[in-house]
């Protein structure tokens, strides 16, 4: 009930679920209650006290017509069997050039006349979504980012809402990172109404499944699938790069000590460049990344600025595909940086070997991150390779920054060198009066 419960202040509405855990059932019977006006007693959710126009969709026409319309109406032949009352269905217009599939339902609202719902899907294309005002959307399965917007769209006069229900199986997306900012897994509930609301649902929170039907679909799904099939997490293509949990990576930050050696790695671009900077514990062996930088559209005296001033004596070593950038002026993206007075060097760069080195690292605790790095943290969060194990390569500058500086950055790590007191001039040394 908490979903339901949400609807009364927020306008966006995500049950991002588990598989085999009623999320269908629960917008379906949302829906319908809207749809007739009739709520339970204890109904702690939004009400619309006249009829409304609203849409239902899923992703293709076939999915809509087994899964929605049927969970709407009931199987084609026997209307009236699913969640809205045979008494209350008004009028079932069917859809034109598709097979017992249904393309509008009218339901008899207590306050009088009808309410209205529209069966759509998403292969449509966004622009069957365009135009029409409605007081409910509810979009079952994942929609493709243009059309949740047309939809929010469709709800701003009516003064309305959006709600979905899906299983994560396309990972953080567009959609899903509207609701999840910055890819953190949570609930997000309460305080700002304008803002988007997310309840969750695993398999261990319905009592409809048992523990052997649980291990049953547990040991069919593939392991990458795992998460978003039994917890409704995101998946991450084919697995995650570091499967660690990110509570064994992040450290509170601290004033690192002066005799601990450092360095920085870079990744350059114009659309993002990106530095992240170690520093080593010489007792433990320890890693701390403690500062990054994270900027786009930036020329490199900007990118240098901001280096520098963490320390321009800190060595770094740097993308080596720079090599091969070059400028309006001819000149290669790395000696533009080291004219800029960074210390650089280019970096190993063998993708698979380096990751395997970081993510030794951070597995046996040798690499630790400031939790103040909200920018490596969100890449890390969605650090993936897709379903034909590559490496997805979106949002991923500070990952590759961090491997330069594991692979080949902390061999050039170094203490900041200390100021030496200026020697007395020569007039002092040989005529002084107590020479």
């Not at 209650?33 to 939004?46: A, D, E, I, S, V």
């Not at 409809?208 to 069919?220: G, I």
């Not at 080593?280 to 990054?292: A, C, I, K, M, Q």
């Amino acid at each position: 009930m908490r979903y339901i419960e949400t609807g009364r202040t927020h306008r966006e509405r995500l049950f991002l679920a588990a598989n085999q855990v009623g999320k269908t059932e629960l917008g379906a019977y949302e829906l319908t209650c809207h749809l007739t006006g009739k709520y339970p007693p204890n109904w702690p959710g939004r009400k619309f006290p006249s009829p409304i126009d609203t849409w239902a969709a899923g992703d293709t026409s076939k999915t809509v017509k087994d899964i929605l319309q049927s969970k709407l109406l009931g199987p084609f032949g026997d209307f009236g069997t699913g969640m809205i009352p045979a008494h209350l269905i008004g009028k079932v217009v069917a859809k034109a050039g598709v097979a017992e599939a249904i393309d509008a339902i009218y339901v008899q609202h207590v306050a009088g006349s009808y309410s209205k719902v529209t069966l759509k899907s998403y292969d449509q294309r966004r622009e069957s979504f365009q135009g029409t005002a409605m007081h409910v959307v509810w979009l079952d399965e994942e929609p493709p980012l243009d059309i949740y917007i047309e939809c929010l769209m469709r709800t701003i006069t009516t003064g309305g809402m959006v709600m979905l229900t899906f299983t994560p199986l396309s990972g953080l997306t567009e959609v899903v990172t509207q609701f999840l900012p910055g890819g953190k897994i949570q609930e997000r509930e309460g305080g700002d109404p304008s803002a988007k609301a997310v309840v969750m649902a695993t398999w261990d929170d319905v009592p409809h499944l048992t523990k052997e039907a649980k291990e049953q679909l547990w040991n069919s799904i593939p392991p990458f699938q795992r998460d978003a099939r039994s917890k409704g997490v995101p998946q991450l293509g084919s697995g995650a790069i570091y499967p660690i949990p990110e509570e064994d990576v992040v450290c509170a930050p601290f004033e690192i000590p002066k005799h601990w050696p450092r360095a920085y790695g870079l990744d350059v671009g114009w659309n993002r460049t990106a530095a992240v900077w170690g520093a080593r514990n010489p007792d433990t062996g320890v890693t701390y990344l403690y500062s990054e930088h994270y900027r786009g559209q930036a020329e490199p005296s900007v990118n240098a600025e901001a280096i520098r001033s963490r320390g321009a004596w800190i060595p770094g070593v740097i993308d080596p595909a720079a090599r091969g950038r070059g400028q309006a002026d001819g000149r290669q993206m790395l000696q533009l940086y080291i004219d800029q007075g960074l210390s650089l060097a280019t970096a190993d760069n063998g993708v698979e070997t380096g990751l395997y080195e970081v993510w030794q690292a951070l597995s046996a605790g040798k690499l630790k991150v400031f939790s103040t790095l909200g920018s490596w943290l969100e890449e890390f969060r969605i650090y993936r390779r897709d379903d034909t194990g590559k490496v997805v390569k979106e949002k991923d500058h500070l990952q590759d920054a961090t491997r330069y500086l594991q692979v080949s950055g902390m061999d050039r790590a170094m203490t900041e060198p200390i100021a030496r007191p200026l020697a007395l001039s020569s007039r002092y040394s040989e005529t002084s009066w107590m020479s």
